[in-house]
């Protein structure tokens, strides 16, 4: 069992900057990061492959977002740059053990969230 704990989330202006970090204690074959806003559905933002460092990124945060992990922390990093106000939401560290598609119900283990707000 993966338990997965972010942090780094907060407020900010538009246009500012925020790196979320998801401590894990087990690696996982894919890891990503997903978010929800309030009445929408919850979607994938980015994914990396554990071990190749191969990153797929949704439309919506491509060349403002970028995932890394860093195994011998056992951590995850999601940095944000050039944030829009539509970028607000719950940010989720997830875990995939089988896939690598950016899917919610893909995910194996979820981590707690870390709220994102941007103004």
């Not at 933002?45 to 554990?50: F, L, P, Q, W």
């Not at 990124?57 to 990093?77: C, E, H, L, P």
């Not at 940095?79 to 893909?106: G, H, I």
Request: aromatic share 12%.
């Amino acid at each position: 069992h993966v338990q997965l704990v972010e942090s780094g989330g907060g407020s900010v202006q538009a246009g500012g900057s925020l790196r979320l970090s998801c401590v894990y204690t087990d690696s996982a074959f894919c890891m990503g990061w997903f978010r929800q806003a309030p009445g929408k559905e919850r979607e994938g933002v980015a994914r990396i492959y554990t071990g190749i460092d191969s990153t797929y990124y949704a439309d919506s945060v491509k060349g403002r977002f970028a995932i890394s992990q860093d195994n011998a922390k056992n951590t995850m990093y999601l940095q944000m740059n050039s944030l829009k106000p539509e970028d607000t939401a719950m940010y989720y560290c997830a875990a995939f053990r089988w896939s690598c598609r950016l899917v919610a119900s893909d995910v194996d283990y979820w981590g707690q969230g870390t709220q994102v707000t941007v103004s």
